[in-house]
């Protein structure tokens, strides 16, 4: 079965700076997909970012990029120039061929 | 374009009691899934729904049952509730034919037992 680890339940980063959460997760897949979801306090989940397993190419969509290391089983999420409105709680999913599997979440702090 | 909704936002029930959550797909789309989240952990899988049958199944007993109607919307039904189950419910929906693509969610039902 997958797992997925997210070993760092909260982290706090200055205004403007860039932080990095890590994610591992445990699968015998050669296909499948990984994301990165933000759930602010109004709990709804918002995408963030998505990597396909097959391109080694790493996700990147505007402050947000991905570090994606297959061999290591890897996904980690790098945040630059940390807004206020991204304080969130975070959480890796994996997506395999049957469900997607989250890790227990990262909670971020964006301090002024 | 409307995305997924939920009903209702927040519910009350007490032990043994039984309840019905509700799931909209954001259009276009046809396959739904549900989670339960505990406060402070990550979702869990419990099921999805896709051409009105259940297609995969977590770790969930047979008291979560589920239901997709022809418009693509479902339910989702807790029996025998314990207090175990207050939490979170997020419904999330997708694109059954396009591997990969990221699943959608809507904004949760609070459930909550007495």
């Known amino acids: 079965a997958q797992t997925v680890t997210q070993s760092q339940p909260e982290m706090s980063v200055q205004e403007a700076e860039t932080v990095t959460l890590s994610c591992t997760y445990d699968?015998?897949?050669?296909?499948?997909?990984l994301f990165w979801y933000k759930q602010p306090p109004s709990r709804q989940m918002i995408l963030v970012i998505r990597?396909?397993?097959?391109?080694?190419q790493n996700a990147t969509e505007n402050r947000f990029s991905v570090n994606f290391q297959k061999a290591a089983k890897s996904f980690s999420l790098k945040i630059s120039d940390s807004q206020l409105g991204d304080t969130a709680m975070y959480f890796c999913?994996?997506?395999?061929?049957?469900?997607?599997?989250f890790g227990a979440g990262t909670r971020l702090t964006v301090k002024p | 374009d409307a995305g997924v909704t939920q009903s209702p936002t927040h519910l009350i029930k007490t032990r043994g009691q039984q309840v019905t959550l509700r799931c909209s797909p954001k259009?276009?789309?046809?396959?739904v899934s549900w989670y339960q989240q505990a406060l402070g952990q990550g979702p869990q899988f419990i099921f999805q729904?896709?051409?009105?049958?259940?297609?995969q199944r977590g770790n969930f007993p047979d008291r979560f049952s589920g239901h997709q109607f022809p418009n693509y919307s479902s339910e989702l039904n807790v029996n025998a509730l314990l207090l175990g189950d207050s939490a979170l419910y997020l419904c999330?929906?997708?694109?059954?034919?396009?591997?990969?693509?990221?699943?959608?969610f809507g904004d949760g039902t609070r459930l909550s037992i007495l």
């Open positions: 259009s276009g789309h046809d396959t």
């Open positions: 990597q396909e397993a097959y391109k080694q």
């Open positions: 999913a994996f997506l395999g061929p049957n469900d997607m599997r």
């Open positions: 999330a929906s997708s694109l059954r034919n396009r591997a990969g693509q990221p699943q959608h």
């Open positions: 729904y896709y051409e009105e049958e259940e297609r």
């Open positions: 699968t015998s897949e050669n296909n499948y997909y």
